[in-house]
């Protein structure tokens, strides 16, 4: 092992310790939480003992930039910290050490020298990827390429009502960084799945991506009693979201059928007595 893999490990190690869930190998790290400032702030550290300089957008997506040549664009490489609440310590935190790690060796080459180099580099850590806390997901990211308007995203809010604007100043992590050029984007994730496994294959290049549509449904059936109420005779919305929810029902037919998934993500029902049959 090189120096540059030992401390990688090392770091990798010490990222896995934000937001750390006891007993598990598991992390919770939501967006704009304290274990996310926490392990932001370390990363900022790090960026910096290797001569990158750290600047947040008004989103609060991280960047470590290192110019090598005034006025060039940057090559761009990144990923995420943050987690849903109950997740693996994988995900987008292996995208982000291997990018910067990735980096800090370029760097090194390039400074070695220097008229080698071409374009200047940077390594991002986007904000809220998730979506767990604040909707949508991807929103660090969709700021910047433009695809989310900042006062949209900057005025949502989580459970208990406080705004990404609210959280990410909590932390000192809103910035005024107005971007920058990027020539190239590369980012590198662990998949989550097993068909990588099942085709035998450690590395996999993404031609296709999947799209998410999220919806809120509401299913109205009938109050009534659970014993005196026929069964001809029920209107039951449970029923009705068990028969909605199947995966790959008709809307999705002209799609291969492992191509599509429908999760359901939270359903709740009134009345939620044990004699009554919910209405919604
Ligand atoms: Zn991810």
Known sequence: MTQHDESFLADWQIQGTFGAVAGTHGVDREAATEADGEQRRWFAELLESHGFTVQRDAI??????LELVPGAPYVLTGSHLDSQPTAGRFD????VMASAYACF????????DPASARFNLAIVNWFNEEGSR???????????TGKLALQEALATEDRDGV????ALAALGERGDFAGL???SYAE?????????????VTIGLVDATWAAHKFEFKITGEQAHSGSTLMSDRRDALLGLRDSSSPC????????RECCTRPVERSTSTPTLPWWLPAR
């Open 92 to 95: 987008g935190a292996y995208g």
């Open 134 to 144: 604040f909707k949508p997901s991807m929103m660090g990211s969709g700021v910047f």
């Open 105 to 112: 060796r370029v760097a090194e080459e390039l400074r070695a």
């Open 188 to 200: 590198i994730h662990v998949q989550q799945g097993r068909s990588m496994e099942q085709d035998g």
């Open 60 to 65: 609060g997506n991280q960047f470590g930039l």
């Open 181 to 183: 050029e990027v020539a």
């Open 249 to 256: 029902a008709s809307s999705s037919t002209n799609l291969k």
């Open 163 to 166: 705004t990404v604007a609210e």
